[in-house]
């Protein structure tokens, strides 16, 4: 539950919010309890075919007359000499007695002037006084749940962004690490299971309890001794409910892993549906899709088996009170006795009214507490899904930022590696002991077979991820003691498959420079040789939406709003990653035209296996199991690198 109370924490931030729940449910409950109180009056009042002044006046004449008959009985026992303990309970009742008596006299000049003076009289004001109460206990009741849905949706509100702050800076490491579909579980099912505890713990925990502690206090102030009497099997029924939601709680979080993985199913099918439908993967797809939503049915019933028991359990006890306040309450009334078993229940025998208002209290305490059975299995849930939302919140970024960031270089002079090892996972180096030196200004194109390190130490270079040992460098700076937002604003990518956004043409290209006007996107555009298209072809113009990924883009098209995002960032180190491998003949030629203007003075990195692209570099390193085996220009290497000679005669099926 630590967790669960840390998103509580958030939200005790809305002070007024928070003060206004608790007088909202702290006037329903008092409202709840005055309604179960007109009872009394109907009973003793109105049922008896009497007004409240003349019930009054009754009730004065009958109090002097016990007040007269016990006093003549305490001076009889003193002349007796009985015992003290004797003579004292007598005197109680007295006491007890003149204070009732006073309280009576007090209220008759108002209830002779204002209230009514016969008994149907009386009862339409009883009832009216009830509907009234109702009535503002409902008005109430709306502006408790309003402020209830505000303090849990902007308490969520704050969670969310947090959380997806903190998602969006970890590495790119971790995203392969952390499943689409677990994370967006986490976002909006458990997000979600988290708002409904919230709404649940502010709302019918503070508001029911309170309900069910105005009903007690009624009830204690006709009588607390018989209500702790009643009140003795409830310990019991908090030992079973305090077991069942530890089992609930680890049910639920099962459950939410169950969801999680259904919904990385649903993502991995849609995602690679072409593939599906080529090798006729449908039922496979079904039977993997059957296997969850059975595994999730069945976490799902095992909470609602457990979730069942509570509302017995409450129901139970509830009941268990009202029984045994009606044997003993009826012992009481109806043998007008103030002991039960010896024990002193009351001063003054009850009457049938307080007896039965005594009842009507203890079942208006039994509605909250019925109430607060669904509580438990949806405040367990939030606990688990609270659990959850934590365990990645609290996460720390594994390339994270210095505290301490020095002042980037004014121009990069040099890109440096130094001695870089790194690996994914500790025992499987993917870089040893790289060292490279790119001057500004110079192209590079890096070459080596599928899985020699290339890409992974494109990555590098932008801090997507840090080295185990050894520098990255710009100048003589290393990369981790600057800000790794003043790195990328340096570095531009295109990678493979070009990146864009289920939005609009400007939106994708203006997210190179979210500053950069129209015009300035109009002629980054035109540079990529991409303004002809967007104008010409798309429906919208600028304004078409791409869909998602880009899908209503063709590869070449996509490729050339990505060249155009990047030109507008205007890096000083662009880094292609297989630019223009997946893309037609006709696009990979513009690209490379465009490329070849761009790159002017400019330094760039291409990660590559095709020699039109190579063609555009200064320089050309190739790489072999994490290391960097030759290095010069393509003219040096035709003469004496086996694979360099490969890709120049269109051949790499022995590197693959």
Known sequence: ???????????????????????????????????????????????????????????????????????????????????SAEIQFVESQIRDAIRSRDLKQSFIPFARKWLPSTPFDTLVLVIVALMVGTLIKCSLLMANIILVERFSQRSMLTLRNEFYARTL????????????????????????????????????????????????????????????????VTPIAGLMIG???????????TAMQSMAAMYELIGDTFKSIIAVKAFNGEEYEQHRFRTATTRYYQHVMGIAKFNSLTRPTTEIAGMGIVALAVICGGY????????????????????????????????????PMRKMADVFNLVQ??????????????????????????????KIERLVLDKVRFAYDESNLVLTDVSLVIPAGQ????????????????KLIPRFYDPQSGTVAFNDIDLTTLKKHDVRARVGLVT??????????????????????????????????AHAFITQELDDGYETMVGESGGKLSGGQRQRIALARAILCDPEIMVLDEATSQIDLESEQIILRVLRKFFANRTAILIT????????????????????IDDGTAEQLLNRCPFFQRIAQGDLRESA
Request: one cysteine or more.
């Open 1 to 83: 539950m630590q967790n669960f109370f840390r998103t509580v924490k958030i939200g005790l931030q809305y002070r007024l919010t928070i003060i206004g729940i608790i007088a909202c449910s702290l006037l329903v409950a008092l409202f709840w309890s005055a309604n179960i109180g007109t009872i009394y009056p109907m009973v003793e009042v109105v049922f008896q075919g009497k007004s409240i002044p003349a019930y009054l006046d009754s009730e004065i004449i009958t109090l002097e007359d016990s007040i007269a008959e016990k006093t003549a009985v305490v001076t009889r026992w003193e002349s007796e000499q009985r015992s």
């Open 609 to 628: 296996h095709q020699m039109s692209t190579i063609e555009l570099a200064d320089r050309v390193i190739v790489m072999d199991k994490g290391q960097i």
């Open 381 to 410: 849930r939030s606990a688990a899904a609270a659990d959850r939302i934590y365990e990645m919140l609290d996460r720390l970024p594994d390339v994270p930022d210095t505290q301490h960031p020095v002042t980037p270089p004014q």
């Open 332 to 367: 009481l009334v109806l043998n007008q006795q103030t002991h039960l078993l010896g024990i002193q229940m009351s001063i003054n025998p009850m009457s049938h009214g307080e007896m039965m208002t005594f009842f009507a209290f203890l079942i208006g305490a039994s509605d």
């Open 169 to 232: 800076n970890m590495s790119v490491g971790s995203f392969s690490n952390d499943r689409t579909g677990e994370l967006m579980s986490r976002f909006t099912n458990d997000t979600e299971a988290l708002t409904m505890g919230l709404k649940m713990l502010i709302g019918k925990t503070v508001r029911e309890p309170l309900k069910m502690i105005a009903c007690l206090g009624g009830a204690a102030f006709i009588s607390w001794r018989l209500l702790l009497l009643c009140l003795i």
């Open 443 to 458: 192209i590079v194109a890096i070459i080596g077979p599928n899985g020699c390190g290339k890409s992974t130490l494109a």
């Open 243 to 253: 077991i069942l939601s530890k089992a609930l709680k680890r049910s639920n979080k």
């Open 496 to 529: 493979q498959n070009a990146i864009l956004f289920d939005d609009t043409v400007m939106n994708n290209l203006r997210y190179g420079d979210r500053q950069a006007t129209d015009d300035q996107i109009y002629a980054a555009a035109k540079q990529a040789k």
